[in-house]
């Protein structure tokens, strides 16, 4: 279910160059930039703006998504940079990791309670699952106006038809990329033809280390798999390794997983622990850095805002790690807010 946040209409566009855009015709919307949001990416996230990003802000408007200014941030998990919010509340943001790893692209997430979902990888992969998905149901060509150049390189209409695949779920994952919410799909259905034995490939696929880095989400779901067909022990494996991933990408509430991992509040006691003074000492004398100890500190935070979904009361403290381990533009970004 989509978190819809209840400040969600102060978290609509009300200044700048993005509220002017939104009272304007849609006919201009096939050829607005979104400077603000560009800018932005550059200045106050401090890093390269997905290439593609005018042409995905034009669809989501185009699919009546309300445009969001970048900095409307009060209330959202820190790392996301809001594009949008449908009608039924649902945000729609980038997420900018804290430290990821060269070349890794901002992956395109919704915004939720307790964290966030990942939609797809980059801004191209979601920009080509949105067409292809508009193309299968014979949607309005207003899309693939506002995709422009982008909806050129990536997808051409008509190709889905051409393909002679049936199932979009499988010209997604053959020919646009793996997604979370299609491979759980695939998951469900296979239980739902009796083919317990497939699922079960299906769920540990989806843990690949390499399809969803830093994301909990593939962790969780086959625990719950293994525990559907009673395999509770390695369900009770899985719940615990996901709880080694950020808890915001769980996909989930925090609690639903310990259950799963058969942890009461071990963890949210051992973070806690954690981020004593004595605690940080006790790692200074392993040999731990200063500065991973507070890069570690900065993620138990977010770990633990996520339990609640309370994130604005942490911010100044997350950003004083970011800025003890030299990631002062992170410490900026966290901070920012219109």
Known sequence: ??????????????????????????????SYSFPEHISFIKEVAA????????????ILN???????????????????????????????ALLRWPTAPTGMEMPVVEVRKHGVWLLAKNVDQFIHRILVEEDANNGIDELFHAASDAGEKLYR???????????????????????????????????????????????????????????????????????KVGRNVEAKDAARGALKSPWWTLGCKYHEVACIAEWKDEQIEYRTEKMTEEGKREDLNKGKPAFQIALDEAAFLLDLASVEGTWDSTLERIAECYKEAGLHDMARFVQYKD
Do not use: W
């Not at 469900?188 to 280390?209: M, W």
């Open 157 to 227: 209409k008509g190709d889905f038809s051409k393909s002679q695949i049936m199932d979009v779920d499988v010209y997604l994952l053959r020919k646009v990329g793996l997604f979370p919410d299609v491979l759980e799909r695939k998951v469900v259905q296979h239980f739902e033809n009796g083919d317990h034995v497939s699922a079960l490939v299906t769920g540990e696929f989806y843990t690949r280390k390499n399809h969803f880095p830093g994301f909990a989400r593939p962790f969780v779901f086959n625990a719950e798999v293994l525990l």
């Open 62 to 92: 185009a699919r009546d998504e309300s445009i969001l200014s970048p900095g409307a941030k009060q209330g959202l998990m820190p790392l996301a940079i809001p594009l949008s919010q449908s009608n039924s509340g649902a945000v729609t």
């Open 1 to 30: 279910m989509a978190f819809s946040s209840p400040r969600a209409t102060s978290l609509l566009l009300g200044h700048g160059r993005c509220a002017r855009f939104l009272c304007s015709s849609s006919s201009s919307s096939s």
């Open 47 to 58: 890093t390269q703006p997905p290439q593609h990003l005018s042409q995905l802000l034009r």
